[in-house]
């Protein structure tokens, strides 16, 4: 059901970011102007229940008027969202599975609101608000603990009938590769992905523990090495963490060669902790790119930088809440 | 320039797919019902003019009253092509580059004139006419001598700003793998296009004499091994041969299961001489990416075959004649 309002033509918006960690909330006029945002903690594995009422109570607090000013709230969640049913399928992170949250938080809040996954919202938020205005055709690359992927294409946020994201993550550069998080072998996350990036520097040092003194010194031991580890032995001129960089970011180019061959964009998002940790991934990937997708689309296509940052899930997702229609029956 | 014609509500429509060897041309009704259909030879390497002159002989004479009843054209070319603008920028089967194709044959036939990219136009035949009717979700793969890839995504076909298609094809499956013809390594194409299954059939007889005697005596020497050879020696048999399409077929469902977690599709049609000579690859392709996508999407994707067979570039074309609007300025 959606929840009557009369604040329908308010030029203010709700956009939150419900992490593992942590939940951000920001009230933004229809530019994208962030009048005010907060960030608080919440429990990893929080019942759908805790959530809602964390997220209702962020709002209250950081916003306590929000119920004259605001015409809609938008949520981003990592995970697997039917995005017409305003249903969260299953967020893995969460612990989730088939939860109604637009239609719980719309009855708690008192307003419609729209949920989302979070990279589909990051990539509408760099494409509405950020680094891809005006560009129909564009792929938003996350490079985190997972490589998230959101696709515009003709002006418009591919996804599933049910509204569930590209998950371009996924899709193999290495046929019978290294095992993946989804069950599935060769995908570019399990190269290229921060926890991978992890899993695999934690090999190579139990290989050759004399390569991996300094990340070992870092981390305090070879279990403890995470992609921040190789991220700062880089910055201190770690051969070997340069290696694992090197390496992971070829594989990254040439599986984004394959995704320019595959879907023409006029522009490239990079953001997510370890794009921004490691910008020189963003940079092996363009440059594999350039030299290996068909002429045509490598010479045209722009490779740039998330403009949003850590902002960008909740600003799309307030984007979407004003820009589409869900029913959260 | 768009001509003007006085049969634009006819029901009759013409579709041209133009391949390197022939010309097909076939008159249709607004439900694809084909009222006639011709094919004739032609040079590869034709000059544009000769092309132009020989699919306007070939329709005056299958269809003599063509301009009384007949309200517009559509052409398949296997290439590059600027949809919106009615140019073949590159085709490389023709020799051409920069062709304004649609303008000069509308001004031949004196009819509005549609070309697309022959995969493109297959892809939309079997959406419209085909396999695929009804379905607003799908992937179009024509296995040939080459991978040819149609994406249908939200009822729309999935094609660059010009109008370029989606090259899937060319979607790298082995990381710093075999060399393809694009001049990249490690496409799909390089393992499981026609011209691979022949190069690697013939790369595995040098090296294994003893096991490439029924591929040989089929061929007549190892030199003149193509897939076709593969083809015919699979139904003698020959266990190479076997090996050989196990092998394309576990990469092609690799590449299946990436282009499924990407695009969600809830069908894949599968044509082409290959797909056709070599149905066993469909096979292996829709069990491989059973097993590999993500289970919402890999339980409910239809693989099917092809509908229209070799008509299905001609239909398509005439369909997108009829649906979409093109300048031939």
Redesign the interface.
């Known amino acids: 059901m959606t929840r009557s309002n009369t604040n329908q033509n308010s030029p203010l918006t709700i956009g939150v970011d419900i992490g593992g960690t942590k939940i951000t909330v920001l009230l933004m006029n229809r530019n994208a102007r962030i009048i005010d945002a907060a960030t608080r903690s919440t429990d990893t594995n929080a019942s759908p229940e805790k959530v809602v009422q964390d997220v209702a109570a962020s709002i209250r607090n950081t916003f306590p008027n929000y119920e004259d000013t605001v015409s809609s709230a938008g949520l981003g969640v990592a995970g697997?969202i039917d995005r017409k049913r305003g249903i969260v399928?299953s967020a893995p992170n969460l612990g989730w599975n088939d939860v109604p949250l637009a239609s719980r938080l719309s009855a708690k809040l008192q307003l419609p609101v729209h949920i989302a996954n979070d990279v589909d919202a990051a990539t509408y938020g760099e494409w509405k608000h950020g680094a891809g205005q005006g560009v129909?055709?564009l792929i938003g690359i996350f490079l985190g603990t997972g490589i998230g992927t959101g696709v515009i294409?003709?002006g418009?946020l591919?996804?599933?009938?049910n509204g569930?994201a590209?998950?371009?993550g996924?899709?193999?550069?290495?046929?019978?590769g290294r095992s993946c998080t989804?069950g599935?072998?060769?995908?570019v996350e399990a190269y290229a992905g921060g926890w991978a990036l992890g899993e695999i520097a934690r090999e190579r040092v139990r290989e050759h523990p004399e390569n991996g003194r300094t990340m070992v010194d870092i981390a305090g031991s070879v279990d403890q090495i995470t992609a921040r580890t190789v991220s700062e032995a880089l910055e201190q001129g770690d051969d070997l963490a340069r290696e694992l960089v090197q390496e992971s970011g070829?594989?990254l180019g040439?599986?984004a060669?394959?995704?320019v061959?595959?879907?023409?964009p006029?522009q490239i998002v990079i953001g997510g902790s370890v794009g921004e940790g490691i910008p020189v991934l963003g940079t092996i990937l363009e440059e594999e790119l350039r030299?290996?997708?068909?002429d045509?689309?490598a010479t045209t296509v722009d490779v740039v930088e998330s403009r949003l940052g850590n902002q960008a899930v909740a600003v799309g997702a307030a984007a979407l809440s004003l820009f589409t229609r869900q029913s959260t029956s």
């Open positions: 697997t399928q129909d055709d294409t003709g418009r591919l996804e599933s009938e569930s590209a998950e371009l996924h899709v193999p550069v290495i046929h019978e989804c599935y072998r060769g995908c070829k594989i040439t599986w060669t394959g995704m061959n595959a879907f023409h006029k030299k290996g997708a068909f045509e689309f």
